[in-house]
């Protein structure tokens, strides 16, 4: 591609993909020897199209094409950064999608904005999980009463020993949720939205991180609620809730690393060992709370205290009353 030197033609890949308004946004990448990757804006200037693309080092390059069918190409030059000066020609074939025409930009800029389906099915996939977490939860047994079960001893029902430190962390946790929802609106910025355009699964995992953080928000109150009201549907609240949450953490870690490897060779980034360390921290973490949550919903299946505030514990099926006053006294 570097008209200087005969042997430095590299592959070269460009997604882009049209704004609401005038402009193509995008990515280029071009492999060794070339070496140049970055974001890309695009736009037509009478019937030339022309890029900008800039590297992650800093190199501006202009790429200008005469045409903008299926098939575009034409000359490049590095016009800024420390490899300023160089050049040379480019061209590139359409393999999927739209061509990058001013047809395309007008049929964006015009039409109604209608959700993809990608932004469409985490809300389906939550309001189907919630009916059917719902539905378990009212189906709790009514639990027997306390003065069958404990004829001679007065119970304790208050929140105290571990429930207590539970109570305590989630009153903790919707502190450290409700702090969070400031920078909420970064999830879902218009940057990240549109890189979902060139990266499967990125604008359906932006939704499902938003709706993760107002669902757990509200998840923890009604819970909460429940143990001060002594619901029996208390324990398979939170056992779902807990259980729930940590297959969101491990599923989300899953697809966090797909997209991150889909975005690292779409963009370029940069693979340094503080990156490295830093996917290897939240790695960590994600696993590490799922564990805990884990613990948690164990607790709720069996603690005593559990069973002598609500009756039952999470998996309790009902419970069978004495049959008469001396069953019971034999018991």
């Known amino acids: 591609m570097d008209d200087s030197a005969a042997d430095s033609a590299g592959q070269l890949t460009l997604t882009i993909w049209p704004r609401r308004d005038t402009t193509f946004g995008g990515f280029l990448s071009v492999r060794d ?12 200037d009478g019937t030339t199209l022309k890029l900008y693309s800039v590297s992650a080092d800093g190199d501006t390059v202009v790429w200008t094409s005469a045409q903008s069918g299926t098939s575009i190409g034409g000359t490049y030059e590095v016009i800024g950064g420390s490899a ?50 719902t539905r378990w939860v009212r189906a709790a047994p ?3 009463s306390a003065a069958l079960l404990h004829p001679f001893s007065e119970v304790d029902r208050s929140v105290r020993g571990w429930l207590a430190f539970f109570v305590f962390g989630q009153v903790v946790s919707i502190a450290y949720l409700a702090y969070g929802l400031r920078n909420a609106t970064d999830i879902v ?7 979902g355009a060139a990266v499967s699964g990125l604008r359906g995992s932006l939704v499902v991180e938003s709706l993760a953080v107002v669902t757990r928000g509200v998840a923890m109150i009604v819970g909460l609620r429940l143990i001060a009201t002594r619901s029996r549907y208390a324990p398979r609240f939170w056992f779902a809730y807990l259980v729930v949450t940590a297959a969101y953490l491990v599923g989300d870690h899953l697809v966090g690393s797909w997209i991150d490897e889909q975005t690292t060779n779409l963009t370029g980034a940069l693979r340094s060992d503080d990156l ?24 709720w299946c069996r603690s005593s205290r559990v069973r002598a505030r ?3 514990a999470a998996l309790d099926g009902p419970a069978p009353l004495p049959a008469s006053p001396e069953a019971a006294l034999g018991d």
């Not at 020897?33 to 037509?44: E, K, L, T």
């Not at 910025?189 to 890189?195: D, H, I, K, Q, R």
């Not at 939240?282 to 164990?298: E, H, I, P, Q």
Request: aromatic fraction near 8%; include cysteine; charged fraction near 15%.
């Open 84 to 133: 300023s000066g160089p050049g040379g020609t480019w061209r590139a074939k359409l393999e999927s999608g739209p061509p990058a025409s001013p047809d395309a930009l007008n049929r964006a800029l015009h039409e109604v904005p209608v959700p993809p389906i990608d932004a469409v099915w985490p809300g389906i996939a939550l309001a189907i999980l919630l009916a059917a977490c």
């Open 189 to 195: 910025s218009p940057a990240n939205w549109e890189l």
């Open 33 to 44: 020897p070339v070496g140049r990757r970055g974001g890309v804006s695009a736009w037509h």
């Open 276 to 299: 490295v360390e830093q996917r290897s921290r939240a790695t960590f973490a994600d696993l590490r709370a799922a564990g805990v949550l884990l613990v948690w919903s164990m607790y």
């Open 142 to 144: 009514a639990p027997p």
């Open 310 to 312: 609500f009756g039952l």
